[in-house]
């Protein structure tokens, strides 16, 4: 799946393919707009601006979470518009935000059929699942699309990293989803360089995979209360 959304996600087209990838943007951000309008926030929106209105410090949103079976990247988020603003129907202007980014990279910078980007467009995970609820899922949607992009560049570089990163600390899929870009991308090629002889791109290879298996283990903790 990682591989298939790699090779797709390669972007030129015609022009006219491109007017519509932008019609097709604006209709969905006016009904995703809407939606977000419409929306009354359920509990489990709630409890997350909760926990990130009632933490003093990022690093007490990190202990205030540590029960709620994810990692706390989006409690962190909200966490400095809690001290601007009081109502939690901010938290649409983020996942608006968020999903405008989103839904820009899915229908401009794919080479699948507009049918069928069009299509997914406008299904629920691009309508109710994603951007018609305060939640974490969006946010999750476009690192994952960022960090794609990222590895088909170069999945050593720095960029990447991070990115998979980020992405593991949103929630189990997230984690679940940053795994399997490692596995496809990075696992390979880091063992043809860890082949000898070792030499300073072996080292920071070797770095780089540290790092993504240390945040890996931490999110699992946080997904594990």
Known sequence: MILGLQRVLVGGESKQTRQLAIATFGLHQLLALYLLVQHELWRDELQAWSIAKASTSPLDVIRNTQFEGRPPLWQLLLWPLTRLFDNPNTMKFVVFAIGSAAMWIWVRNTALPFL??????????????????????????????FAIQATNTDPLSKTSTLLICLLSTVNLFGLVMAAALVLATVIKPSLQQLWPPINRASVATSTRLSILTATFALSAYWIYP
């Open 116 to 145: 069928i980007r069009a299509l997914v467009s406008f299904g629920f995970l691009f309508t109710g699942g994603y951007f018609g609820h305060s939640r974490e899922y969006i946010l999750m949607l476009l690192l994952l699309l």
